[in-house]
């Protein structure tokens, strides 16, 4: 289900980690390496919690763009989320604890968000995960405690790379177009059903408000709508190129709206993005 609560308080709570630069991450150097969930709530009925950082989040942080996280262990993550995102006192307390165990829960729970709840509330918690990042690295020996970071386990860096990654995916720049024209064969791209040319460009084709889960639930007309938008679930490894290749011809300037001048026909499929999603 849809959790506005979250994008409300996790855009108040960017905006203030932004404008408070040095602030939110003062005790970063003291408190990371502990990462006890103890000290932000308790856990006393649930021993297995206390060592939370270390046993369920750090494994994970290895977040590689080929593989991706499965939709199941998506949702897990996203349960902890919401849960460590009540107020902005805790969101704030959650990334002095274990800001790479924060960062970890936020990407990895980005796809199932995007999936269940929207693209708007995915980029909302990328926005956390980015300032959280940013404000860290303005430390000055921020740099020793990514070392430190990465002797004990946290793979800092690929956590860096799947921030700018998202980025990229949810950004609505083109990507693919070039600056020189065309100057190869013409492309037609098949629109989904009852859709004109021109809206057949993936990001831009689903009804606005609605979640991925909620278009393919509602009815099977919505299949390529809902799936061209590309769910952050369907780009790793080799299955995100239905996404991708339909992005590649979308923004190509050899693209044309008539298909009686196209030399090449591209018909969008997303069959393997419905088996990862499954």
Not at 50 to 71: C, Y
Not at 233 to 238: S, T
Request: glycine letters at 4%; proline letters at 6%.
């Amino acid at each position: 289900s849809t959790h506005p609560p979250l994008a409300m308080r996790a855009s108040a709570a960017a905006a203030a980690i932004l404008s408070a630069t040095g602030c939110v991450l003062r005790c970063v150097d003291a408190l990371w390496t502990e990462c006890n969930l103890d000290d932000v709530i308790d856990t006393t009925s649930s021993p297995l919690l206390a060592d939370f950082w270390n046993t369920f989040i750090r494994n994970a942080s290895n977040v590689h763009i080929d593989s991706g996280t499965a939709l199941e262990e998506a949702k897990f993550f996203k349960r902890w989320v919401y849960i460590l995102t009540k107020t902005d006192e805790m969101i704030q307390a959650v990334a002095e604890n274990c800001i790479f165990g924060f960062l970890t829960l936020l990407l990895q729970a980005v796809p199932a968000v995007d999936y269940e709840s929207g693209r708007d509330e995915a980029i909302v918690m990328l926005r956390l995960a980015r300032a959280i990042l940013d404000n860290a690295e303005q430390l000055e020996d921020f740099d020793a405690v990514a070392r430190e970071a990465s002797a004990l386990g946290w793979e800092v860096l690929a956590l860096r790379s799947a921030l700018q990654v998202y980025e990229r995916l949810v950004a609505d720049t083109p990507h693919f177009a070039s600056l020189q024209g065309c100057h190869g064969p013409t492309v037609y791209v098949y629109p989904p059903p009852h859709m004109p040319p021109s809206s057949s460009e993936p990001g831009h084709m689903a009804p606005v408000g609605l979640s991925t889960k909620q278009l393919l639930h509602s009815s099977p007309d919505n299949y390529l709508q809902a799936l061209a938008r590309g769910p952050l679930q369907c780009v790793f490894g080799m299955y995100g190129t239905e996404y991708l290749f339909h992005r590649r011809f979308s923004e190509s300037l050899c693209r044309v709206d008539d298909p009686g001048s196209a030399d090449l026909f591209f018909v969008p499929s997303y069959f393997k993005c419905i088996e990862v999603l499954n």
